[in-house]
């Protein structure tokens, strides 16, 4: 296939990935997106293959190992369950990391196969190309690791702080740049990987100050970092599709990051510099585990919904975790047909990772015109009968609008607190993933509905 023909596919397949992206931004759209996206990645693949010319004794192993990694990936995304899928995604991040990391390595090591010059005379352009890839990849993955074993529990979600920890991070920062600029004049082996291992280390280290109830931005800026690694790569390779790609998961993640942070009132510039999520989340829980709340049961609960006008549905991550997605949807069902009016409040950061509870309430086909985002619903709160939080934690947490010392002070959160009656579904008084107590729970019109979530939605469908 000619230059000038796999460029104008590689243009094709770049609108596609623009217009999955548009797709993907409302759940209406979503499907269309991913088609879009699975036909942009489907054809960059093909011009891929059919720019080779020849296909040589290498070609076997390519296929062999396409196949591996086809079938691994098809199997998890067929086995993986919803609540996993914050960890799934770091996961991903962390292998494309790698891959710009290995990338660049056999670009360094064999520059010639990549029409890059010779070793130790390697072009100048592709090697501060292929020492940025390498670097970023490198961050991603280590980071990525770290916020995967924060989110599947194997390492606490408590930030890991030290003295001198940010100066830490400056030095080594400086030091990559210092040895990228070496690099470029020396060639040397030995600096190179000495760029790849430091920023291994540095990816370690801004990720685990960061306190659990900021993972959904953590989700969205490694994101960011692995679609700038593969743009890097990308040069190096002389490949269009693949800078394309990289440079709109780079920007729409650094993007997203910065509209998250922006509505949960943290810095931007803090969280690319892993400096923010290290405070005390634990000071206020022992005081607060002492106050009476009031309890209730299933009857309790469909009497006040039943007998009510208007009711707010706020899932969070608990409902994802008992699968109660379903039951809920028949719940509402019930609700409507008695003439209660009933809509949803989605937090930007409900669950653990941008979107979670949208997917989720898709699934159970629930109208998108009853799901609403926190800024749309807010003001509703203080003229609702009942508002029934299954779930969440964090997100209703009044705290952060009157504790200048809470590590969630400035973030936006559901006026829940607001509504006649609050119905609070949860196995037990636990803080949330902030590791805060949850001012809600203690006031006088909650009432806490201590049970599994779809076991607590199934009896009151049952009372109704």
Same mark, same amino acid.
């Given at each position: 296939?000619?230059?000038?023909?796999?460029?104008? +596919?590689?243009?094709?397949?770049?609108?596609l990935f623009i217009l999955a992206l548009r797709g993907l931004s409302s759940p209406e759209t979503s499907r269309q997106g991913n088609y879009f996206g699975i036909a942009g990645m489907a054809i960059s693949i093909v011009v891929t293959f059919m720019s080779l010319g020849s296909f040589g004794p290498g070609f076997i192993y390519v296929i062999f190992f396409l196949v591996i990694g086809g079938s691994v990936g098809a199997f998890i995304a067929f086995k993986i369950p919803m609540t996993a899928m914050p960890e799934l995604v770091a996961g991903f991040h962390s292998l494309v990391g790698l891959a710009a990391v290995f990338v660049a390595i056999s670009a360094f090591l064999n520059p010639e196969a990549f029409n890059l010059g010779t070793f130790g005379?390697?072009?100048?352009?592709?090697?501060?190309?292929?020492?940025?890839? @390498?670097?970023?990849?490198?961050?991603?993955?280590?980071?990525?690791?770290?916020?995967?074993?924060?989110?599947?529990?194997?390492?606490?979600?408590?930030?890991?702080?030290?003295?001198? !920890?940010?100066?830490?991070?400056?030095?080594?920062?400086?030091?990559?740049?210092?040895?990228?600029?070496?690099?470029?004049?020396? !060639? @040397?082996?030995?600096? +190179?990987?000495?760029?790849?291992?430091?920023?291994?280390?540095?990816?370690?280290?801004?990720?685990?100050?960061?306190?659990?109830?900021?993972?959904?931005?953590?989700?969205?800026?490694?994101?960011?970092?692995?679609?700038?690694? @593969?743009?890097?790569?990308?040069?190096?390779?002389?490949?269009?599709?693949?800078?394309?790609?990289?440079?709109?998961?780079?920007?729409?993640?650094?993007?997203?990051?910065?509209?998250?942070?922006?509505?949960?009132?943290?810095?931007?510039?803090?969280?690319?510099?892993?400096?923010?999520?290290?405070?005390? !989340?634990?000071?206020?829980?022992?005081?607060?585990?002492?106050?009476?709340?009031?309890?209730?049961?299933?009857?309790?609960?469909?009497?006040?919904?039943?007998?009510?006008?208007?009711?707010?549905?706020?899932?969070?991550?608990?409902? @994802?975790?008992? !699968?109660?997605?379903?039951?809920?949807?028949?719940?509402?069902?019930?609700?409507?047909?008695?003439?209660?009016?009933?809509?949803?409040?989605?937090?930007?950061?409900?669950?653990?990772?941008?979107?979670?509870?949208?997917?989720?309430?898709?699934?159970?086909?629930?109208?998108?015109?009853?799901?609403?985002?926190?800024?749309?619903?807010?003001?509703?709160?203080?003229?609702?009968?009942?508002?029934?939080?299954?779930?969440?934690?964090?997100?209703?947490?009044?705290?952060?609008?009157?504790?200048?010392?809470?590590?969630?002070?400035?973030?936006?959160?559901?006026?829940?607190?607001?509504?006649?009656?609050?119905?609070?579904?949860?196995?037990?008084?636990?803080?949330?993933?902030?590791?805060?107590?949850?001012?809600?729970?203690?006031?006088?019109?909650?009432?806490?509905? +201590?049970?599994?979530?779809?076991?607590?939605?199934?009896?009151?469908?049952?009372?109704?």
């Open positions: 296939m000619s230059a000038n023909l796999s460029a104008l +596919f590689y243009l094709i397949s770049g609108i005379n390697i072009k100048l352009a592709s090697l501060i190309e292929m020492s940025l890839g @390498a670097a970023i990849g490198a961050i991603t993955f280590s980071g990525s690791i770290i916020a995967f074993l924060k989110l599947r529990g194997i390492m606490s979600g408590a930030p890991i702080t030290f003295k001198g !920890q940010h100066l830490i991070n400056l030095i080594l920062g400086l030091i990559i740049i210092f040895f990228i600029y070496y690099l470029c004049k020396s !060639q @040397a082996s030995n600096i +190179f990987w000495s760029i790849v291992l430091i920023s291994f280390l540095v990816g370690v280290l801004l990720i685990i100050p960061i306190g659990g109830a900021d993972m959904p931005v953590v989700i969205s800026m490694l994101n960011s970092y692995s679609g700038w690694a @593969a743009a890097g790569i990308g040069f190096t390779l002389e490949n269009t599709a693949l800078i394309i790609t990289g440079a709109l998961v780079g920007s729409s993640g650094a993007i997203l990051s910065y509209i998250m942070c922006k509505g949960m009132n943290r810095s931007f510039f803090n969280v690319i510099l892993g400096g923010w999520g290290a405070v005390d !989340q634990t000071s206020s829980t022992a005081a607060k585990e002492q106050q009476p709340v009031k309890s209730g049961n299933a009857d309790d609960a469909a009497f006040l919904m039943k007998n009510a006008s208007s009711v707010i549905i706020v899932p969070g991550y608990g409902m @994802a975790v008992a !699968q109660a997605q379903h039951a809920l949807r028949e719940m509402v069902d019930v609700l409507k047909k008695n003439g209660v009016k009933v809509s949803y409040a989605i937090h930007p950061v409900a669950g653990r990772m941008p979107g979670h509870m949208n997917v989720l309430l898709a699934e159970a086909n629930v109208p998108y015109d009853e799901v609403f985002e926190l800024e749309e619903i807010n003001n509703d709160f203080a003229n609702c009968d009942v508002a029934y939080v299954i779930g969440a934690n964090d997100v209703t947490n009044p705290v952060a609008k009157t504790d200048p010392q809470s590590p969630i002070y400035g973030m936006p959160v559901l006026d829940v607190e607001k509504s006649k009656s609050v119905l609070f579904v949860k196995r037990s008084l636990s803080p949330g993933y902030a590791g805060i107590d949850n001012d809600l729970f203690y006031r006088d019109n909650t009432l806490m509905l +201590f049970a599994d979530a779809k076991k607590m939605t199934e009896d009151i469908i049952k009372s109704l």
